[in-house]
């Protein structure tokens, strides 16, 4: 069965480091999201991207986030400057084309930890 | 913005009883609710979803129902096996326009089955 891959599975950076955490979505997909799940708290969404633009992004994602499709397999969530509070598992997810909207699958997350 | 609440926070059943799982959303607007399964250490994986155009849905031993009016809906588990022990998270998704899978999940449901 397709899966949505992610790397690193686990990093440790220091505090004020850039950081890049990779995706490589299921093939034929076109919608590609980047989630976050805080120790012990609820899934959270941070951005959606499609045909080469974000087209939705929450709170959450400020001028300290940015992603990138740098070639037609990878998708990347670049993180300015990390803080503490940035330690988290962050998760990356994608979906087809479909009406009215079809299943996002997520990846097995990328945990982050700031020191 | 849509908020999911989600009870209980642990569940604790023999194995064979019926499990419920119970959220409510806020957004009417809302029309798309996924449940997540998540293991320790992995991504969340989608077990069963329902539109808002259905009343319920059923696979298996896993049912979902959805009463639009009352905005909740509720995730059934029949027969439960000890491998049904895990997190399991309720979604949301608003149908806005542009809106493609910013999914606002509940705070999840510890869920153990003991044999």
């Known amino acids: 069965e397709p899966e949505v891959t992610q790397t690193p599975s686990h990093q440790v950076t220091q505090m004020g480091q850039e950081v890049i955490l990779r995706c490589v979505p299921i093939s034929n997909h076109l919608y590609f999201y980047w989630y976050r799940q805080i120790l012990g708290q609820k899934v959270e969404f941070l951005v959606s991207f499609y045909n080469n633009e974000i087209s939705e992004k929450s709170e959450i994602f400020d001028d300290q986030f940015s992603v990138e499709r740098p070639d037609g397999s990878n998708f990347t969530l670049k993180i300015r400057s990390t803080k503490l509070e940035d330690s988290a598992m962050y998760f990356c997810?994608?979906?087809?084309?479909?009406?009215?909207?079809?299943?996002?699958?997520f990846g097995e997350g990328s945990w982050l930890t700031v020191v | 913005g849509e908020n999911v609440e989600q009870h209980p926070s642990t569940l604790s059943v023999q194995e064979g009883d019926s499990a419920v799982i119970k959220c409510t959303y806020s957004?009417?607007?809302?029309?798309?609710f996924p449940w997540y399964k998540q293991e320790l250490g992995k991504g969340p994986q989608l077990i069963i979803d329902i539109r808002s155009n259905v009343g319920e849905k059923k696979d298996q031993r896993i049912a979902v129902t959805l009463n639009k009016t009352a905005k909740h809906f509720s995730l059934h588990i029949t027969e439960t096996q000890p491998e049904d022990s895990a997190v399991y998270f309720c979604?949301?998704?608003?149908?806005?326009?542009?809106?493609?899978?910013?999914?606002?999940f509940g705070k999840g449901t510890k869920l153990s089955v003991k044999p």
């Open positions: 997810a994608s979906s087809g084309e479909g009406a009215p909207r079809s299943t996002i699958y």
């Open positions: 979604a949301a998704s608003p149908n806005y326009g542009g809106s493609q899978g910013n999914l606002i």
């Open positions: 957004d009417s607007a809302s029309n798309y």
